[in-house]
């Protein structure tokens, strides 16, 4: 009898430990697609917002860029990031900025030729707008250093939009470089995801608790 108990026992232990498995195997797969979603959701959200935007600054710098009328267009993409903080580069056919609005930073982009897969998607992939992000580090203040952020630095967010510039007959000539912060919109995602894995790990303790 003793024998049968803990054969019984064993089995028993090894079914709750292979069902607690698929559960968090469960559990983890719908918290990395859940997480996905609401974040291209979001992201889609601040393009959509964005997007009208871009179609009325190109509309506006389309006569002054095919003047090349550099003094113009500096000014006209000064003010409009301005608002935001954004920042705007505005590229010819090739690729080559023609005018950076970062101003006072320690690298100009202003001859240099720019890569990014949203660029090349407008000026040779014939999309008419192209949009992605980005995550880069964060500066933090020596004071403010601790062993936390030596091994886990804090991220931060950008939105690249891409839209381009035609000529009279259609042609894309050059195309307006778009980026500005989202690290709002992807703290607001981060916020939802610990709730979904809190609740998640609720959930388990109820399982353990009542198995």
Do not use: C
Request: avoid cysteine; proline fraction near 2%.
């Amino acid at each position: 009898i003793v024998q049968r108990n803990k054969r019984f026992n064993t089995i028993r232990t090894r079914m709750m430990l292979s069902l607690f498995a698929i559960t968090v195997l469960g559990f983890g797969v719908v918290l990395f697609t859940v997480s996905h979603v609401v974040e291209d959701y979001f992201f889609n959200q601040r393009i959509s917002e964005v997007r009208a935007q871009m179609q009325q600054w190109v509309d506006s710098l389309q006569g002054p860029f095919l003047q090349k009328d550099g003094k113009t267009l500096y000014q006209l993409s000064s003010q409009y990031v301005q608002q935001d903080k954004g920042h705007i580069l505005l590229v010819d056919e090739r690729g080559v900025v023609q005018t950076d609005t970062a101003v006072g930073a320690s690298v100009s982009w202003v001859g240099q030729t720019i890569a990014d897969k949203e660029v090349q998607d407008v000026l040779w992939g014939g999309e008419s707008f192209s949009t992605g992000r980005r995550q880069y580090p964060l500066a933090v203040e020596e004071e403010e250093s601790n062993w936390f952020n030596r091994y886990w630095p804090p991220k931060g967010w950008t939105m690249y939009y891409v839209d381009a510039i035609e000529d009279g007959t259609g042609q894309t000539v050059g195309a307006l470089f778009y980026a500005a912060s989202i690290s709002d919109v992807m703290d607001h995602v981060n916020d939802i995801r610990f709730q979904i894995a809190l609740a998640m790990v609720l959930v388990l303790a109820a399982m353990m608790v009542a198995s």
